[in-house]
C-alpha cells in the first residue's frame, strides 16, 4: 500500500515537470547569464529575455536570428551561445530569441478530454470512446497546439521585427525541430516579417497534417532555405526529409539546398567545455550557404 501510494506521488511529480519547466523557462535564461548580459524584448505585456553577440568584424554582413527552446527537439540554449560564437567570427550579429513553446494545462486537457466523450457518446454512442485517442498517436500531440504555437511565434517574431528595425544588412534566421515547422508557417501568415533566408534544421511536427504542411511550407516560401537534415533524428522529420528536397525540386525553387548531416549526442549544459560535432556541421553549413548566396 505504502509502495502504491509512492509510485502514485511519483508519477503526479513527473507530469507537472513539463509545466514547472515552461513556466520557469524565461527565469532560468536571466539567471544562467550575468546581470546586464541578458536584455528585455517585450512581446505584448510579457518581457521575454533576448542575448545579443556583437560580429567580430569590421564590417558586419547583418543579424542572425537563433530560436531557441527548452526541449531536445529544437536547438537548446547552449546550442545557440555556441552556434553564435561559430557566426560572429564570420561576421554576424547574432540575437538569440528563446522561445517559450505553449503547452496546455492538465486542467484544459480534462476538460476537453471530458467535452469530446461527451459529445462522442451523443453522437455515437455504440462505438464507445476507444476511438477516441489512436493507440499509435503521438502523446506531445496532447500537450502542444499547431496553432497557439504559430500565433504565440508569429506575436515574437512581430516584437523581434521592432527591435530590429534600425539593425543594416542581410537577415537571417535559425530554427530547428518544431520551432522550424512553425516558423514557416508564421512566416507564411506573415509576409512581412519575410527573412532574405532561413535555415531549417530538421523540421517537423509530431501529428501527420501538420508535418506534410511543412514540405509545401518550404517549396512555396519566397526567400532561400537551407534545409539541414540531422540523420537519425526522428521517425517525423526523417519521413518528410526526401519529400521535401523532391517537392523543392518540383516546385523549381532555386535558392534551396538540403545538406543530411550526422547527428552526435545533444549537450544541454550552459557553459560548453567542448562545442558540439553537431553545431560546427550546422554553423560550416550555413556560412557555406551564406557564400553560395553571394554574401
Known amino acids: 500500500m505504502k509502495r502504491h501510494a509512492l509510485l502514485l506521488i511519483f508519477a503526479m511529480v513527473v507530469s507537472l515537470l513539463p509545466m514547472t519547466a515552461h513556466c520557469d523557462f524565461f527565469r532560468d535564461v536571466r539567471n544562467a547569464y550575468l546581470?546586464?548580459?541578458?536584455?528585455?524584448?517585450?512581446?505584448?505585456?510579457?518581457?521575454?529575455?533576448?542575448?545579443?553577440?556583437?560580429?567580430?568584424?569590421?564590417?558586419?554582413?547583418?543579424?542572425?536570428?537563433?530560436?531557441?527552446?527548452?526541449?531536445?527537439?529544437?536547438?537548446t540554449l547552449a546550442q545557440g551561445n555556441s552556434l553564435a560564437s561559430m557566426l560572429a567570427e564570420k561576421g554576424w550579429n547574432v540575437v538569440i530569441s528563446p522561445f517559450n513553446l505553449?503547452?496546455?494545462s492538465p486542467s484544459t486537457l480534462n476538460t476537453e478530454e471530458q467535452t469530446s466523450e461527451s459529445q462522442q457518446e451523443n453522437l455515437t454512442p455504440s462505438i464507445g470512446s476507444k476511438?477516441?485517442?489512436?493507440?499509435?498517436?503521438?502523446?506531445?500531440?496532447?500537450?502542444?497546439?499547431?496553432?497557439?504555437?504559430?500565433?504565440?511565434?508569429?506575436?515574437?517574431?512581430?516584437?523581434?521585427?521592432?527591435?530590429?528595425?534600425?539593425?543594416?544588412g542581410y537577415r537571417m534566421v535559425i530554427a530547428q525541430g518544431m520551432l522550424a515547422a512553425a516558423y514557416l508557417s508564421a512566416i507564411?501568415?506573415?509576409?512581412?516579417?519575410?527573412p532574405d533566408t532561413f535555415v531549417a534544421i530538421s523540421p517537423f511536427w509530431p501529428q501527420e497534417e501538420t508535418n506534410n504542411l511543412v514540405i509545401d511550407t518550404i517549396a512555396k516560401a519566397n526567400f532561400p532555405i537551407l534545409d539541414l537534415s540531422l540523420s537519425n533524428f526522428n521517425d517525423w522529420e526523417s519521413r518528410t526529409a526526401i519529400r521535401r528536397k523532391v517537392r523543392a525540386k518540383n516546385e523549381?525553387?532555386?535558392?534551396?539546398?538540403?545538406?543530411?548531416?550526422?547527428?552526435?549526442?545533444?549537450?544541454?549544459?550552459?557553459?560548453?567545455?567542448?562545442?558540439?560535432?553537431?553545431?560546427?556541421?550546422?554553423?560550416?553549413s550555413t556560412i557555406g550557404w551564406t557564400r553560395h548566396l553571394g554574401w
Not at 256 to 283: C, D, G, W
Request: hydrophobic fraction near 40%.
Open 102 to 104: 505553449p503547452i496546455n
Open 188 to 194: 507564411e501568415v506573415q509576409p512581412n516579417f519575410q
Open 252 to 284: 523549381l525553387k532555386l535558392h534551396y539546398r538540403q545538406v543530411v548531416l550526422p547527428n552526435n549526442s545533444l549537450t544541454f549544459s550552459i557553459k560548453l567545455i567542448e562545442k558540439s560535432p553537431n553545431i560546427h556541421m550546422v554553423a560550416n
Open 131 to 168: 476511438q477516441m485517442v489512436h493507440p499509435r498517436s503521438n502523446q506531445l500531440t496532447q500537450y502542444l497546439d499547431f496553432e497557439s504555437t504559430t500565433t504565440a511565434l508569429a506575436l515574437q517574431l512581430n516584437a523581434l521585427d521592432n527591435y530590429l528595425q534600425d539593425r543594416t
Open 35 to 75: 546581470p546586464g548580459e541578458v536584455k528585455a524584448l517585450m512581446i505584448g505585456e510579457m518581457e521575454a529575455p533576448l542575448i545579443e553577440v556583437e560580429a567580430r568584424t569590421p564590417l558586419p554582413l547583418g543579424v542572425a536570428i537563433v530560436l531557441t527552446e527548452p526541449f531536445p527537439s529544437s536547438l
